[in-house]
């Protein structure tokens, strides 16, 4: 079989996106052929207009289907474990992204109620993750974003989430925030 068309069945029915240097070496193939393959598969994709797309997300490539196409998936597909995340989860998941590592005492403070339900919500469908404790009095759970949340989202790496600044407080509430949020800290859990 041809590099180009085993890359094409690995990517297939790959469940979470496949790094460069591990298509090279399952392939055995240099990573310089395996990222002209890549890229020569995305520009196919793209210029016949197909379902499905090629996409670099969470450290590798993974194929996707296009935006257009999800009301047919939904008709086509429909599931309760498909269902979205509540708006609740979704600024929760917003705060963790922007600000981790965060507590779940940060976040009842950000948010104005307490966010613990949303979290166990996210925990469980894999997008955010207990990174540890911090190491203050109370010990308490700190969390972040996971690869699987980057994949959902596209995105590469954290640094592609788009900036916030023209929607963030001046700093003299940014600090006031802050301080709010250090002494909370401490009561967490």
Known sequence: ????????????????????????????????????????????????????????????????????????LERFAPSASASGISSAALEVLTIVAYRQPVTRSQLAELRGVDSSSAVRTLVRKGLVVENGRLPIPGNPRIYGTTDRFLEAMGMASLSDLPPLTDHLPGPEAAEKLDQRLSRSDATDE
């Open 1 to 72: 079989m041809n590099p180009s068309a085993a890359l094409e069945s690995i990517l297939f029915v790959a469940e979470t996106p496949i790094s460069e240097s591990d298509l090279a070496q399952v392939l055995e193939i240099p990573l310089v052929d395996v990222k002209g393959l890549l890229s020569g598969l995305a520009e196919t994709l793209e210029a016949n207009d197909r379902g499905i797309v090629l996409r670099q997300a969470a450290g590798g490539w993974r194929l996707y289907t296009k935006p257009e196409a999800l009301p047919y």
